[in-house]
C-alpha cells in the first residue's frame, strides 16, 4: 500500500546487514588474538598440570619424603600466587596485559628448568620451583584474563572470561595425563622437561600478539575496593567446590564401594559443558542474578552429595555444582570489572581471582580436619555453609536503584 515505505525499511535492513557484516570483518583478528591467547594460556596450564603428577613422584620416590612434604608444596605454590597477584593486576594496568602474560610463562619455563637439578641434596629446589610457578600462573592467569576482556565486546565480557577459561580446565586436565604416561614410560626427567616446553611452546604461540594500549591515567597502587567482595564471593565458591574435589572419592568408598571418580568427572564435564554454552549467562541475564542463580545451585548440588546414598546419586550432585562454577566466575568477575573505575580494572581482576587462592589455602587447612573429627557429611554441611555465605554477599552486592544491573 506504501510501497516507499516499503523500499525504506529493505534499505535499511540492507544497511544493518551491510554494518554487521563489516563489524564482523574488523573483530575477526580480536577473535583470531583471543583463540591464540587461549593457546597459549593452555599450554602455561599444561605446565601446571603436569605438576599435580609430577611432584608426589618426585618427593615420594626421588626424595623419600611423605605426604606432608607434598602438602606443603602446594601451600607455597598458592601462597605465592595470592600474595603477588595484586601486583601482577598493577603490572596489567602500567605495562599492558602481553608484558605480564609473557612474563608467567617465562617465570613457569624456569621452574620447570629448576626441576630438572632438583635432588635429596637440594630440595630446596623443590619449593623454589613451586614458588616460582605460583608467581607464573598469577601472572599468567590474571593477564590472559585480562587481555580476553580487553578484546570482547562489552556485552560478551562475560563469556570471554568463560571461554578463557576452558583453557585452565583443558590444562589441569590434559597436563597431569601427559605427565603421568612420561613417567610411566620415559621417566621423571622427561615428565619434569614437559613443565618447561609447554611455556616455552606458549611463549612461541604469542609471537606478534599485540595488547590494547595502557590506559593514559596511572593506577592506584590501592586495592580496589569494589572488587573486595565479589574476590570473597569467589572464595566462597572454591571451597564449595573443593569439597567435591578433595572428598568425594573417599565419600562415596566409604558409602558405597567406590564412584566417586565419577561423581568428580561429571563436575568437571559440567563445568566445561557450562562454559561452552551457558557461559554466556551473565551477559543476557545479568552478573547479579546469574550469581544468585549460581549460589542457589550451588547449595543444592553440595546438599544432593551430603545426603547421597550411591555415587549415581552423587552423579546429580556433581553435575549441578559443575554448572555452578561455569556461572559464578564469569558472573562475580563482571561486578568486579563492571564496579571498579576503568585505569583499575586489571587490579580489579587481580584482586577478584585472588579469592580463589584464598578459597584453596582455607580448603587445604580445615577440610581434613573436619573430615577427621566429625565425618564426611560435616565437610559437605561446611561446603552449604559458604554457599550460603556467598548468597549473603550477592545480596550486599544487589543493584540499587539507578544503577545497571550489573553492578
Known amino acids: 500500500m506504501y510501497p516507499h515505505l516499503a523500499v525504506a525499511r529493505n534499505a535499511e535492513a540492507t544497511h544493518r546487514i551491510l554494518q554487521s557484516m563489516g563489524d564482523w570483518h574488523l573483530r575477526s583478528p580480536k577473535r583470531i588474538a583471543f583463540a591464540r591467547i ?22 615420594k620416590q626421588d626424595m623419600h619424603e611423605t605426604d606432608v612434604v607434598v602438602g606443603w608444596t602446594l601451600t607455597v605454590f598458592a601462597a605465592t600466587a595470592l600474595l603477588t597477584r595484586f601486583f601482577a593486576g598493577v603490572g596489567i594496568d602500567r605495562r599492558g596485559a602481553r608484558a605480564v602474560f609473557a612474563l608467567g610463562f617465562l617465570l613457569l619455563a624456569v621452574a620447570g628448568a629448576l626441576f630438572l637439578f632438583v635432588t635429596p641434596e637440594r630440595e630446596w629446589l623443590l619449593f623454589a620451583a613451586r614458588a616460582l610457578q605460583g608467581v607464573g600462573q598469577a601472572c599468567m592467569f590474571t593477564a590472559g584474563l585480562s587481555w580476553a576482556v580487553q578484546l570482547a565486546p562489552e556485552s560478551r565480557r562475560g563469556q570471554a572470561m568463560s571461554l578463557f577459561g576452558l583453557s585452565v580446565w583443558a590444562g589441569l586436565t590434559v597436563g597431569p595425563v601427559l605427565a603421568q604416561l612420561l613417567l610411566d614410560h620415559a621417566g621423571t ?3 619434569e622437561a614437559l613443565m618447561l616446553v609447554a611455556p616455552v611452546l606458549a611463549l612461541v604461540a604469542m609471537i606478534g600478539l599485540r595488547s590494547p594500549p595502557v590506559h593514559a591515567e596511572t593506577p592506584s597502587l590501592s586495592l580496589p575496593r569494589e572488587a573486595m567482595r565479589p574476590s570473597l564471593g569467589l572464595m566462597a565458591g572454591a571451597v564449595v567446590m573443593a569439597t567435591i574435589v578433595g572428598f568425594a ?12 571418580a565419577y561423581v568428580i568427572g561429571a563436575y568437571g564435564a559440567a563445568t566445561f559443558a557450562g562454559r561452552i554454552f551457558i557461559g554466556h549467562l551473565p551477559d543476557k541475564l545479568g552478573a547479579y542474578k546469574t550469581g544468585v542463580l549460581a549460589f542457589l545451585l550451588a547449595l543444592i548440588g553440595v546438599a544432593i552429595i551430603a545426603v547421597a546414598p550411591s555415587w549415581q546419586v552423587g552423579l546429580v550432585g556433581g553435575i549441578i555444582c559443575g554448572l555452578a562454577w561455569s556461572l559464578l566466575f564469569p558472573a562475580l568477575g563482571l561486578l568486579a570489572v563492571d564496579r571498579t573505575p576503568r585505569p583499575q580494572r586489571n587490579s580489579a581482576l587481580a584482586v577478584y581471582t585472588a579469592g580463589f587462592d584464598l578459597g584453596t589455602l582455607l580448603s587445604g587447612f580445615t577440610l581434613g580436619y573436619i573430615a577427621n573429627a566429625a565425618g564426611y557429611e560435616a565437610v ?5 555453609g559458604f554457599a550460603l555465605v556467598g548468597l549473603a554477599l550477592m545480596w550486599s552486592m544487589r543493584p540499587r536503584p539507578g544503577t545497571t544491573a550489573a553492578a
Open 249 to 260: 572419592v573417599l565419600t562415596f568408598d566409604a558409602r558405597s564401594g567406590g564412584g566417586g
Open 189 to 191: 626427567r622427561a615428565a
Open 38 to 59: 587461549v593457546i597459549a594460556g593452555l599450554g602455561g596450564f599444561i605446565a601446571l598440570g603436569a605438576a599435580f603428577a609430577v611432584v608426589p613422584d618426585v618427593v
Open 380 to 384: 559437605y554441611a561446611f561446603g552449604a
